[in-house]
T-cell receptor, first 112, second 114 residues
Framework: SQQGEEDPQALSIQEGENATMNCSYK?????LQWYRQNSGRGLVHLIL?????REKHSGRLRVTLDTSKKSSSLLITASRAADTASYFC????????????FGQGTELSVKP | GAVVSQHPSRVICKSGTSVKIECRSL??????MFWYRQFPKQSLMLMATSNEGSKATYEQGVEKDKFLINHASLTLSTLTVTSAHPEDSSFYIC??????????FGQGTRLTVV
């Protein structure tokens, strides 16, 4: 069953700008992960944040997690045209190891 | 890193026929594998959880007799779409869970039923 909601559903920005995507979920989680998917292709794992972490960085990516609000955000700084893709959050459900529930996704378009 | 190979990457089949998709963990053993389906412009929906040596657990609304899952070894799970129809056309993707945790995705299979 789908439990994650993401907003915005679509985001269009200029190269160099920052992109922020938000994700909300409903149940207790072990972790929350962000994935990228280029059109018609497989998933690329971006970053994982555990339920006891609040913020994590990886290169131009910054992820926050607020378990009290059951929400997460993904920030991509200094975006590039190559960042154009769909981005999904996925929650690792507590006590159901490996099972991921995906959000609806945000379609990001970065214009050169 | 852990590698999951999914085969075939693309398949076109005639309505009424069956199609088998394989998901292999190449460098680790996976007691659990997951199968997802993604329709165009939509997110991934979990179809079923496959446990080695036992019956798969299907999510609500997924027909177990139509989507047959076999997880006969620690490195291979197969999904067979039986009596495929055009509405089964979708992107199918598996993930495999190593003993120590995590989830690694295959490259996906694009199924087109004509």
């Amino acid at each position: 069953s789908q439990q994650g909601e993401e907003d915005p559903q679509a985001l269009s920005i200029q190269e160099g700008e920052n992109a922020t995507m938000n994700c909300s979920y409903k149940t207790s989680i072990n972790n929350l992960q962000w994935y990228r998917q280029n059109s018609g292709r497989g998933l690329v794992h971006l970053i994982l944040i555990r339920s006891n972490e609040r913020e994590k960085h990886s290169g131009r990516l910054r992820v926050t997690l607020d378990t009290s609000k059951k929400s997460s955000s993904l920030l991509i700084t200094a975006s590039r045209a190559a960042d154009t893709a769909s981005y999904f959050c996925a929650t690792g459900i507590y006590n159901q190891g490996g099972k991921l529930i995906f959000g609806q996704g945000t379609e990001l378009s970065v214009k050169p | 890193g852990a590698v999951v190979s999914q085969h075939p990457s693309r398949v076109i089949c005639k309505s009424g026929t069956s199609v088998k998709i394989e998901c292999r963990s190449l460098d680790f053993q996976a007691t659990t594998m997951f199968w997802y389906r993604q329709f165009p412009k939509q997110s991934l929906m979990l179809m079923a959880t496959s446990n080695e040596g036992s019956k798969a657990t299907y999510e609500q609304g997924v027909e177990k007799d139509k989507f047959l899952i076999n997880h006969a070894s620690l490195t291979l799970s197969t999904l067979t779409v039986t009596s495929a129809h055009p509405e089964d056309s979708s992107f199918y993707i598996c993930s495999a869970r190593p003993t120590l945790g995590g989830a690694f995705f295959g490259q996906g299979t694009r199924l087109t039923v004509v």
